[in-house]
């Protein structure tokens, strides 16, 4: 349901308070408005309208559905295999400073993974998300550089001692993550 939650619930949330979470975004331009609300009327319009037209209601929602339900599973599993695995760090934040451990790209390097960065269709079904260490540390480059990025990040981390957390496969991941939820299921 996650996909459902984003785009008719959590969009507009983020929109009308201005924030994300706690965190206050940038004052938005005009420019910024006329993109969310042109993205939004294209998107009711492309998945919405348009099929419901022409196909009519009940193969409209079965379709629908099984698109964003599909979407949904896609987006979760990303978001657990890159940040609740057993090899991540969830540091806990100093009360009294308000602060982390480690400096801010220390903490997206131990507190994130990335899994099958060999696997092409991999890559291309989660938009290059399965580098989700790159993703966090350069969020305003284009995945398809994101490959190549790796191999330098990789480097930098073997220089300073700092870990980078990979999994060369989709099941060792999924093993990991699954490892990870009992471990935390144990120690409530």
């Known amino acids: 349901m996650l996909y459902l939650f984003w785009i008719f619930f959590t969009d ?3 929109y009308f308070t201005q924030k994300v979470g706690i965190v206050p975004i940038k004052k938005m331009t005009i420019s910024d408005h006329i993109s969310f609300w042109g993205f939004k009327a294209l998107h009711l319009l492309l998945f919405v309208g348009i099929p419901l037209y ?11 559905l099984t698109y964003a339900l599909f979407a949904g599973v896609l987006i979760s599993i990303v978001f657990q295999l890159a940040h609740a695995v057993e090899d991540t760090h969830f540091p806990k934040i100093e009360t009294v400073t308000n602060t982390l451990e480690d400096e801010w790209a220390v903490h997206q390097l131990r507190t ?4 099958a960065t060999k696997n092409k269709i991999v890559s291309w079904f989660t938009g290059g998300l ?16 994101y490959p190549a990025i790796s191999q330098i990040v990789k480097q930098v981390c073997l220089e300073y001692n700092v870990p980078y957390i990979e999994y060369a496969r989709v099941r060792t991941a999924i093993a990991s993550h699954i490892s990870h939820l009992k471990h935390v299921g144990k120690s409530k």
């Open 112 to 115: 994130t993974a990335n899994f």
């Open 54 to 64: 022409t196909v009519g209601f009940t193969a409209w929602i079965i379709g629908f």
């Open 12 to 14: 507009y949330k983020k």
């Open 130 to 145: 399965n580098f989700q260490i790159e993703h966090h540390l350069f969020p305003s480059i284009s995945h398809v550089h």
